[in-house]
């Protein structure tokens, strides 16, 4: 059965660092498109990165760009958001989504939630002032 799990969050202090990291037994990962997308309490779910399979493209919103970094280790089937500067409008749960790639697609789709395939359970991460 296809899990994704993540690990990493906590609770830090505004201006600290924390590495997410989402391990998945989807096969062959290197055929999927990993993303980050969370949710904070009463808000509507966010795309956060996302990474192609090879890792060779990324993407972010002004959010988080410059601050974020994604990428994966497929030998590991494992991709990573490494976020730095965090502020405390970054707090949510943090969820893993894996994406199957057949073509290339559309910036739209890879943003879009609902065109991933596969998700985690999701990781929490509190930033105080």
């Known amino acids: 059965q296809v899990q994704l799990v993540e690990s990493g969050g906590g609770l830090v202090q505004a201006g600290d660092s924390l590495r997410l990291s989402c391990t998945a037994s989807?096969?062959?990962?290197?055929?999927?498109?990993m993303g980050w997308f969370r949710q904070a309490p009463g808000k509507e779910r966010e795309f956060v990165a996302t990474?192609?399979?090879?890792?060779?493209?990324?993407l972010y919103p002004d959010s988080v760009k410059g601050r974020f970094t994604i990428s994966r280790d497929n030998a590991k089937n494992t991709v990573y958001l490494q976020m730095n500067s965090l502020k405390p409008e970054d707090t949510a749960v943090y969820y893993c989504a894996a994406k199957k790639t057949f073509a290339v697609a559309t910036i739209s789709d890879i943003i879009k939630s609902v065109r991933y395939d596969y998700w985690g359970q999701g990781t929490q991460v509190t930033v105080s002032s």
């Open positions: 989807v096969h062959p990962f290197n055929t999927y498109r």
């Open positions: 990474i192609s399979r090879y890792g060779n493209n990324t």
